[in-house]
T-cell receptor
Framework: AQSVTQLGSHVSVSEGALVLLRCNYSSSVPPYLFWYVQYPNQGLQLLLK??????LVKGINGFEAEFKKSETSFHLTKPSAHMSDAAEYFC?????????????FGAGTRLFVKA | DGGITQSPKYLFRKEGQNVTLSCEQNLNHDAMYWYRQDPGQGLRLIYYSQIVNDFQKGDIAEGYSVSREKKESFPLTVTSAQKNPTAFYLC?????????????FGPGTRLTVL
């Protein structure tokens, strides 16, 4: 069975500092991996996704993530945090066997950005 | 603009009442989903539908019902059988129900039981 673990329910960084949000997954088949962002009282918006090919994936708003199969990780990074990055971030995994309706979401990491 | 709309944004229900949450999409997507979001628990799948007139239970379907009579619409009914319905409900859609397709989300409906 697939699962997703996001390390740290809350992460706090200073404006301009590196953002690192951790995600580890388990999957018995090659996974499809996603990061979504959610602003307060809104729906989720896709930041980036990995399906196949290049393991370093670039997304919107300067975020990127690297798929590391050996570490079963898909950590999200951004070189310099901005106040507007404050939101909740969800890592998700699905696979080709069970389809999109079996997308598993992590519990989320809330990012705080200090001025 | 294409997207997903959910209504109402806030909904208050008395115990014992059924309520229906609306979800409409104009993205021409085949697959649609309903999730429930509780603090610290991520998203949990209630129901999903891959085509019109067909839908399947997700992980927490008890106390909920859906219909898919039109491609664009996937309403969710929260019945009185749902013991703890207070939550944030999210509707989503994807081009198909394939694992590599990202999901597009509506703005959500916050349901509170009084």
């Amino acid at each position: 069975a697939q699962s997703v673990t996001q390390l740290g329910s809350h992460v706090s960084v200073s404006e301009g500092a590196l953002v690192l949000l951790r995600c580890n997954y388990s999957s018995s088949v090659p996974p499809y991996l996603f990061w979504y962002v959610q602003y307060p009282n809104q729906g989720l918006q896709l930041l980036l996704k990995y399906t196949t090919g290049a393991t370093l994936v670039k997304g919107i708003n300067g975020f990127e993530a690297e798929f590391k199969k050996s570490e079963t990780s898909f950590h999200l990074t951004k070189p310099s945090a901005h106040m507007s990055d404050a939101a909740e971030y969800f890592c998700a995994v699905s696979d080709g066997n069970t389809g999109g309706f079996k997308t598993i979401f992590g519990a989320g990491t809330r990012l705080f950005v200090k001025a | 603009d294409g997207g997903i709309t959910q209504s109402p944004k806030y909904l208050f229900r008395k115990e014992g009442q059924n309520v229906t949450l609306s979800c409409e999409q104009n993205l021409n997507h085949d697959a649609m989903y309903w999730y429930r979001q509780d603090p610290g628990q991520g998203l949990r799948l209630i129901y999903y539908s891959q085509i019109v007139n067909d839908f399947q239970k997700g992980d927490i379907a008890e106390g909920y019902s859906v219909s898919r009579e039109k491609k664009e619409s996937f309403p969710l009914t929260v019945t009185s059988a749902q013991k703890n319905p207070t939550a944030f409900y999210l509707c989503a859609s994807s081009i198909e129900g394939q694992g590599y397709n990202e999901q597009f989300f509506g703005p959500g409906t916050r349901l509170t039981v009084l």
